[in-house]
T-cell receptor, first 113, second 110 residues
Framework: GAGVSQSPSNKVTEKGKDVELRCDPI?????LYWYRQSLGQGLEFLIY????????KSGLPSDRFSAERTGGSVSTLTIQRTQQEDSAVYLC???????????FGQGTRLTVV | RKEVEQDPGPFNVPEGATVAFNCTYS??????FFWYRQDCRKEPKLLMS???SGNEDGRFTAQLNRASQYISLLIRDSKLSDSATYLC???????????FGTGTSLTVIP
């Protein structure tokens, strides 16, 4: 498909386990964003990638969270030693260039039990 | 102070009504402005960009007032399918992140 693709759609994990979330942006989009949204809450910025520049990690809530973007395309968000408060929908978006229209994937719903 | 502030509503309007949403932003250097809609348990979807001169897309009209740091969205002839949460989004053109308002909830009633 031509849109942003995220996997898995849903993930249930036990507290303390590590999880990896994947985002496949729209082809040719240079900017990639990760946000998360807790139930009934607004979008919380996590991290931003632009081309080959160093990512903006200012939104990552703790050092348990990390992300990488390989070859300027696919990105993975890793959460180590998951906690119950990590339960949320993790949304990835991409845009052709910084600050232009961004398109979201369907999200990964993470539940930590 | 929040980067983007919106009236959370909810707005409950009858079909065919005209409804307006407002939003203010705090960073006067902001350059990119958007409205997104988000349906329940779905991802945000781009509704329209907002340009300095104002712009229209069918029943939807967006306005930007840079002096007042204010953005608006007008929906005419509301449809049941317009029921959603509308998110005001601003990017200060450092590009690093989009700032999202908390959203305004709209329900269009038959």
């Amino acid at each position: 498909g031509a849109g942003v693709s995220q996997s898995p759609s849903n993930k249930v994990t036990e507290k303390g386990k590590d999880v990896e979330l994947r985002c496949d942006p729209i082809s040719g989009h240079t900017a990639l964003y990760w946000y998360r949204q807790s139930l009934g809450q607004g979008l919380e910025f996590l991290i931003y990638f632009q081309g080959n520049s160093a990512p903006d990690k200012s939104g990552l809530p703790s050092d348990r969270f990390s992300a990488e973007r390989t070859g300027g395309s696919v990105s993975t968000l890793t959460i180590q030693r998951t906690q119950q408060e990590d339960s949320a929908v993790y949304l990835c978006a991409s845009s052709l260039e910084p600050a232009t229209e961004a398109f979201f994937g369907q999200g990964t719903r993470l539940t930590v039990v | 102070r929040k980067e983007v502030e919106q009236d959370p509503g909810p707005f409950n309007v009858p079909e065919g009504a005209t409804v307006a949403f407002n939003c203010t932003y705090s960073n006067s250097a902001s350059q990119s402005f958007f409205w997104y809609r988000q349906d329940c348990r779905k991802e945000p979807k781009l509704l329209m960009s907002v340009y300095s001169s104002g712009n229209e897309d069918g029943r939807f009209t967006a306005q930007l007032n840079r002096a007042s740091q204010y953005i608006s969205l007008l929906i005419r002839d509301s449809k049941l399918s317009d029921s959603a949460t509308y998110l005001c989004v601003v990017n200060p053109f450092t590009g690093n992140q989009f700032y999202f308002g908390t959203g305004t909830s709209l329900t269009v009633i038959p």
